[in-house]
């Protein structure tokens, strides 16, 4: 088995899908009887384990929980067969640096799609500028790879449009098909005072360029009398609460969950709602199907091959509110068989699974 060096700048349990899925793959990666060590942005609340390396870092000041690292590579990576970045910036480049300095070949995944956040922090031409800079930046780096991972078809499409030559795979991120699973949520509804109605609603990062205030208009103009629930936090959820007070919801913000919270949280929903377009694959998708719950997402970016349209959920036309008031619906009403198919397919979405065919691209180089 070989010996990998993973570069990420998100690993902290606060923060977003990356981190899961580089714990989740190290974690297999060691039952497979290999080994794979992390470097990653350190804070001072978080104490290192076993084949985790820090480097220095400074608070993010546009998103709590990140920390922004600088580059570094520590000694203890130096001798490894393979590196993994699962970045472009700061620890992504001092992975490029490490592989280059030991001939080995770098492996690059492409988690988030840089150039299309441009419109969510600048308008007109400043954002097209930002968006030029990013598409040249990864191009320039993902093109110095020897093999490129992406958790989607449509990612892949992505970056052969925007002139990726290297290698791409397709790797899907892969679900803890034993953590997530369909449990009881009755506890779960006490401890937060959640009503025993249908319950539709979305957790993860409240960022604006998901377009999560989409959701409550959508929400209100469905035939439902669904208690809208939100799970996470981030620079979107004043926004979200004065649409959802403007349209006159019974909507719950629950804040950040804890992660044992998470299959209790999906399962009690009857709905998850995800209108991101800018998702590569949308894990918190495929961990609510998991835990049985359909998904209503949007036809656009990954969530149009993640949701399975009429099996594990429905989709809607991105700014369609009345389409995606009607997707609610549809879910709701075929909530049960809907949820059945979702349970049938968490091995095809299971994190072992995912692990196998990083192993497959891993043996290639």
């Avoid at 088995?1 to 060691?30: E, I, K």
């Avoid at 469905?222 to 349209?247: K, M, S, W, Y």
């Avoid at 989709?315 to 979702?342: K, M, P, Q, Y």
């Amino acid at each position: 088995m070989q010996t990998v060096a993973a570069f990420t700048d998100t690993y902290l349990p606060t923060v977003n899908g990356v981190t899961y899925t580089v714990r989740a793959w190290r974690d297999r990666w060691h039952d497979r009887g290999g080994r794979m060590d992390v470097v990653f942005p350190g804070a001072p609340e978080y104490d290192p384990e076993d084949g985790e390396y820090a480097t220095r870092s400074f608070g993010f000041p546009f998103y709590e929980g990140f920390r922004f690292g600088l580059p570094g590579v520590p000694d203890a990576v130096r001798d490894v067969d393979v590196v993994h970045a699962h970045t472009p910036f700061a620890l992504g480049l001092s992975g490029l640096y490490l592989a280059r300095r030991i001939d080995a070949p770098l492996v690059a995944s492409y988690h988030t799609p840089t150039s299309e956040y441009a419109d969510y922090i600048a308008n007109g031409r400043t954002a097209d500028a930002l968006e030029a800079v990013a598409r040249r930046y990864e191009r320039f780096y993902l093109n110095r790879a020897r093999a490129v991972v992406v958790p989607s078809e449509p990612a892949r499409e992505h970056l052969r449009g925007i002139g990726i030559d290297a290698p791409v795979s397709v790797v899907p991120n892969g679900v803890d098909t034993g953590f997530f699973r369909r449990v009881d949520d009755g506890d779960f509804r006490e401890r937060y005072d959640l009503p025993d109605g249908p319950l539709v609603g979305y957790t993860g990062r409240h960022g604006f360029e998901k377009g999560l205030t989409g959701i409550p208009p959508a929400v209100a103009a469905a035939d439902t009398d669904a208690t809208l629930v939100f799970g996470g936090d981030g620079p979107a959820r004043d926004a979200l609460e004065r649409a959802a007070a403007e349209h006159g919801l019974d909507a719950r913000f629950l804040g950040f969950l804890p992660r044992e919270d998470l299959p209790a949280f999906y399962s009690a929903l009857d709905a998850f709602l995800f209108p991101s377009p800018v998702e590569t694959q949308g894990l918190v998708a495929l961990e609510a199907n998991a835990c049985g719950t359909p998904v209503v997402g949007v036809n656009d970016g990954a969530l149009a091959d993640t949701v399975r349209d009429g099996v594990t959920g429905h989709h809607f036309v991105r700014g369609d509110v009345d389409g995606f008031a009607d997707a609610i619906e549809r879910t709701l009403a075929e909530r049960e068989s809907l949820s059945a198919n979702c349970l049938d397919s968490r091995e095809e979405s299971s994190v072992e699974h995912a692990v196998d065919r990083l192993a497959e691209v891993y043996d290639e180089l």
